[in-house]
């Protein structure tokens, strides 16, 4: 969740043109508006990682375009993401259909003394969309 609310922050950056004069800045808001999504679980919400929890769907809680499923519901888009730096792989899967299937989260994330969570190469998730 943390990440999808720098996400947020950086699009009003974007929004507000105060990013041209850091190309920096600004690949960073376009690359982290993309890897948020791949942490949207099949019924919309984000993987519940670390403290995150499943408050509020993904398309109400990012202010920026998010990928769909045919169904309409926000999802992952298929696919491998790995992330080695963060310590996350993620995969995802779509029906022949085009609807968000399955969902697998691995963690293998720092550990620090300052800020931990029970998440810590064991955090697995996977979720499998409910037929409605």
């Not at 996400?7 to 105060?18: I, K």
């Not at 019924?43 to 929890?53: E, K, N, Q, R």
């Amino acid at each position: 969740m943390y990440h999808m609310y720098v996400s947020n922050y950086l699009h009003q950056l974007e929004e507000a043109n105060w990013l041209p004069a850091s190309p920096i800045l600004s690949e960073l808001a376009i690359k982290s508006k993309i890897s948020v999504q791949n942490f949207i679980m099949p019924d919309g919400f984000f993987a519940p990682i670390g403290d995150s929890s499943a408050s509020n769907l993904a398309d109400v809680l990012c202010i920026f375009p998010i990928h769909i499923d045919s169904k309409g519901t926000p999802s992952s888009p298929p696919g491998i993401h790995v992330y080695p730096e963060g310590g996350a792989v993620i995969i995802s899967t779509n029906t022949n259909q085009g609807q968000a299937d399955e969902h697998l989260v691995f963690t293998g994330q720092f550990h620090s003394r300052q800020h931990k969570h029970a998440d810590d190469l064991k955090s697995i998730i996977v979720q499998k969309a409910r037929d409605t």
